[in-house]
Every structure is written in structure tokens, then in C-alpha cells.
């Protein structure tokens, strides 16, 4: 059985007082949820700060990016064994936002994939089509080269510990959801894509959906067989919001 997860994914959002107060929110609702998982990803700046909050309560937290390198000279970036040090569970790898405003390749990706399971930490893989590549009908092609290109850098007994995240673009920051039936024949094509190599394990393994993800809508998609919880952004900036969406996962 799969225990559902609902992970926030905070963006370049937020401030100090704004966190605590969003945490606060959530960990006052936290209980009533806890047949779901609950993460957050906060900005790195912030992770400290989460750490100290969240610390003792149900709540896991990680990061939304990580170095491919494990130290040196590489300005800017935050490697993992940093992560570690502030209490990460996990880490998202290959966020769209990271692929096209960045210019992540799969490899890349796999790469960094590759550096947080070295260090111990969970990747959350983003995997996900553009708006154009569905209308051209190769989102399957589409996001199966994503998820092999870290099958072939790492195998398929590296997603024991993994979570992978189904998040079509057009549907990021939209308002517009993929229909339950649309993420759900996706989350399958997924699933049987790790089956081919390993059918126990993709038993397994958890795929989120994300992409405008609310109270609202999060009932049908999290009903569906294959989507085991929700990567959220935009709803996940506000408590009630969160704990509706994991209400829904309940
Ligand atoms: P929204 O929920 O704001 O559409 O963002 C989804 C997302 O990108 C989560 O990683």
C-alpha cells in the first residue's frame, strides 16, 4: 500500500514571517491529516528556519534543487551534503521551472538524481510535456525520455527510495488541471515504464501529480489508481489550502 504524500512546493516564495506563520498553520492542522504524508520544500535560504520549526513534528521537508556536484567551485549552487546538514528528506530534480528557465537537460537531471541518492536524500523526479508536445500527441515520448534518462544513469533499483512527480507545463501556474483521466494515463504509462524492469517495485513507487492543484480538485485526481498524492505550488502558500488538499488524500 502507498501511503499518499502531499509535498509543497514553495517556489521563490515567501518571508521569514510569512513562513512561520504558514507553518504554524499547517502544523495546527497537521493531526487531522496524518494518514498522508506531509512535505515542504521552502526556499534554501528558509530551510534552516523550516528545520528548527518542523523539527519533532510529522512534517518532512526537502529542497527544490540540488548541485549534480557533491563540493567545490561552483558559485551559487547548494550541494547536497548541505541539505543534509539542515535535515532534508528530500529534493526535486528536474522541475519544469528548472528544465526550461534554466536549461536542465535529462542528463543533467539524472546527474542530480544521481547526487541525492548518494548523500541519502529522496529525489523527487519532475517529469512533464509542454502544452505544444501534447498537442502533437508525444507526451508519452515526451516524459518516457525523461524518466529513462535517470533509468540509465542510475537503474531501475534507484527509484526504491524515489518519488517521481507528473507535472505537465500547461498546467503549472494555469489554473488549468490535467483531467483526472488525463494525469491518471499518464501516471500509468509511468508506472508500467518502471514495471518493464522491475513489476514489484513499481508497485512501489509513488507518483505525484502537480500542475494547479487545489482543494477543489484534489479529491478526484488523488482518488485515481496510479496518482498517490500531489506536488502543489501556488495552493501550498496557504495553509488551508495544503491541509484541504491532504484532507482530500485521507
Ligand atoms: P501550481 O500548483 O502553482 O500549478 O504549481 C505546480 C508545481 O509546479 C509544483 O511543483
Not at 519533532?56 to 549534480?68: F, H, M
Not at 547526487?115 to 516524459?143: D, F, H, M, N, S
Not at 525520455?145 to 512527480?165: P, Y
Amino acid at each position: 500500500m502507498r501511503r499518499k504524500l502531499v509535498a509543497g512546493n514553495w517556489k521563490m516564495n515567501g518571508s521569514a514571517g510569512s513562513i512561520r506563520e504558514l507553518l504554524q498553520g499547517i502544523l495546527a492542522g497537521a493531526s487531522e491529516v496524518s494518514a498522508v504524508e506531509l512535505a515542504v520544500f521552502p526556499p534554501f535560504v528558509y530551510l534552516d528556519r523550516v528545520a528548527q520549526q518542523l523539527e519533532g513534528s510529522s512534517i518532512v521537508w526537502g529542497a527544490q534543487n540540488l548541485s549534480e556536484h557533491a563540493s567545490g567551485a561552483y558559485t551559487g549552487e547548494v550541494a547536497g551534503p548541505m541539505l543534509n546538514d539542515f535535515g532534508c528528506a528530500y529534493v526535486l530534480v528536474g522541475h519544469s521551472e528548472r528544465r526550461t528557465l534554466y536549461g536542465e537537460s535529462d542528463q543533467i537531471v539524472a546527474r542530480k538524481f544521481a547526487a541525492a541518492r548518494k548523500v541519502g536524500l529522496k529525489p523527487v523526479l519532475c517529469v512533464g510535456e509542454t502544452l505544444e508536445e501534447r498537442e502533437q500527441g508525444i507526451t508519452e515520448a515526451v516524459v518516457g525520455r525523461q524518466l529513462q534518462a535517470v533509468l540509465d544513469l542510475e537503474g531501475i533499483s534507484s527509484f526504491a527510495d524515489a518519488v517521481i512527480a507528473y507535472e505537465p507545463v500547461w498546467a503549472i501556474g494555469t489554473g488549468r488541471t490535467a483531467t483526472s483521466a488525463q494525469a491518471q494515463e499518464v501516471h500509468a504509462f509511468i508506472r508500467a515504464q518502471l514495471a518493464a524492469q522491475d513489476p514489484v517495485l513499481a508497485s512501489q513507487v509513488r507518483i505525484l501529480y502537480g500542475g494547479s492543484v487545489k482543494g477543489s480538485n484534489a479529491g478526484e485526481l488523488l482518488a485515481m489508481a496510479d496518482i498517490d498524492g500531489g506536488l502543489v505550488g501556488g495552493a501550498s502558500l496557504d495553509a488551508k489550502e495544503f491541509l484541504a488538499i491532504a484532507k482530500a488524500g485521507c
